[in-house]
């Protein structure tokens, strides 16, 4: 591997592509490579299990090296929690699990601030659904009460170590995910249901590779055109405000494609091997990003198609956790506290930068505006132009996009400084009026009750 890594430098040093982010586009090749060979090859759920954990043990290993001991401790540690708590397992994991993962997003700040390189932290916050997902579906397999997505995802018994071993360690998602449950794992290992019958993935491998070269194509011949600190400098701070927001948008639109390009080759990477195919031709069940996120105006969709695989785990797992999804109905109140709660395990397990709070509790009070016009849509007259004049749906998707981007920026930004100079350049408008039609909902009611409640 030692040459591997020295031809990699070598490719780095003429190409100007950080040597961290190659390895990690070779690992997905390989990924997607092995891929292929285990869908057309390898049959037994034995031998399923131990080829698609030893490629993912070492493709871990090759990227990693030495801090693949990081995940094997925490693989293990988990594993004994489950085993030793059984049906009380699931908050402690969660709560260790999320201890382990801040422990290292705070060592890396501390020796890499601001810093984009690869480290262990990466597969450990993919890894992280994983143990904690796991420890909910074992202690729900001990349960009599559960949901309908709850009873379908239960582990009635503990699996073997190996078992879970080679779903942590699978190498479909063991560079950058997306994560999936132990459920579609153990199905897709079984081949059963709509694995029995996959058909070719070379066309959706191809595609998603097509997706993500252009993606990243965009972004390397575009971004130094809109570089993300001129929000930050004195002269951004000289335009008008219709400028700016035209100028960060298209800025912040160029910015996502450097997500979706990796997210796209992280889908094709697990994609190869059938695990994705959710029947009727499709392969769309374990997914990462829908790349037409900058087309819709509903927040909500937005917060659903990025990072989907993360999106799936909080909702399953922390969301309908805190309080069951009856709960929830019958208390607004408790249905709120699950949705901040929500907010702030998201901003943890991303990590400790100040730009992340600032970005989360914002998109929250922002998702809490959005519920409010969608009721005040649904109950009265007021807004159906924003529904049926063409004019109205672009004004309504402009202004929706330039505030969620705002707040997309704060979160790019990372530190204080940076965050209120661009608040400042860009006046404060936003946030006057985000802030300002939260109050007004707040105080009045306006239009969140229906004529039935009103009666």
């Known amino acids: ?38 869908k057309l090859s390898i049959r037994g759920r034995q031998a399923r299990l131990i080829f698609g954990s030893v490629f993912g043990v070492l493709i871990t290993y090759y990227i990693y090296r030495c801090q693949i001991i990081n995940v094997l401790f925490q693989t293990i540690v988990v594993y004994i929690m489950v ?76 699996p073997s170590f190996l078992e879970y071993f080679s779903f942590i360690f699978f190498f479909a998602g063991s560079v950058l995910g997306p994560c999936f449950d132990y459920y579609d794992f153990n199905t897709f290992i079984n081949e059963e249901n709509e694995y029995k019958n996959i058909p070719s993935t070379i066309k959706e491998t191809l595609r998603l590779l097509k997706n993500a070269l252009i993606c990243m194509g965009i972004f390397l011949f575009t971004e130094k055109y809109f570089p993300l600190n001129f929000v930050a400098s004195d002269e951004f701070g000289t335009y008008n405000i219709l400028y700016q927001t035209l100028w960060f948008n298209i800025m912040v639109a160029i910015q996502r494609t450097k997500y979706y390009g990796g997210w796209q080759l992280a889908e094709m990477s697990i994609a190869s091997c059938g695990i994705t195919y959710q029947g009727n031709g499709l392969f769309q069940k374990i997914k990462a990003v829908d790349v037409d996120w900058d087309l819709t105006y509903n927040m909500k969709d937005k917060v659903e198609k990025w990072n989907i695989s993360i999106q799936t785990w909080l909702r399953r797992y922390v969301y309908t956790r805190i309080y069951t999804e009856e709960e929830m109905k019958k208390s607004p109140a408790k249905q709120n506290l699950a949705y901040q709660m929500t907010y702030v395990v998201s901003s943890l397990w991303h990590g400790f930068y100040i730009g992340y709070y600032f970005s989360f509790f914002q998109w929250a009070i922002l998702n809490n505006v959005n519920k409010a016009i969608f009721r005040v849509s649904c ?6 132009i924003f529904e049926t004049n063409p004019l109205a749906k672009i004004i309504r998707w ?48 306006f239009g969140q009750k229906s004529k039935k409640q009103k009666e």
């Not at 505030?403 to 006057?432: A, E």
Request: with cysteine; proline share 4%; hydrophobic share 50%.
């Open 1 to 38: 591997m030692d040459l591997i890594d020295t031809k990699v430098i070598e490719l780095s040093s003429k190409t100007g592509i950080p040597d961290d982010q190659l390895k990690m586009f070779i690992a997905l090749i390989l990924c997607t490579l092995f891929g292929f060979f285990f």
């Open 83 to 158: 085993k030793v708590l059984g049906k009380k397992s699931p908050w402690p994991v969660f709560v260790e699990s999320m201890i382990f993962v801040a422990a290292h997003h705070i060592y890396r700040q501390y020796t890499d601030y601001g810093g984009w390189k690869m480290d262990v932290t990466t597969i450990l916050m993919m890894d992280t659904p994983k143990w904690t997902a796991f420890a909910f579906c074992v202690s729900d397999g001990m349960k009599k009460q559960l949901s309908k997505e709850q009873e379908i995802r239960k582990i009635a018994k503990l």
């Open 379 to 384: 109950n009265t007259k007021y807004l159906k």
């Open 398 to 445: 402009y202004l929706a996009n330039t505030i969620f981007n705002v707040f997309g920026i704060t979160f790019l930004l990372l530190s204080v400084d940076p965050i209120l100079k661009f608040y400042s350049n860009i006046r404060f408008i936003p946030h006057i009026l985000l802030y300002a039609i939260y109050a007004f909902f707040l105080i009045t009611n």
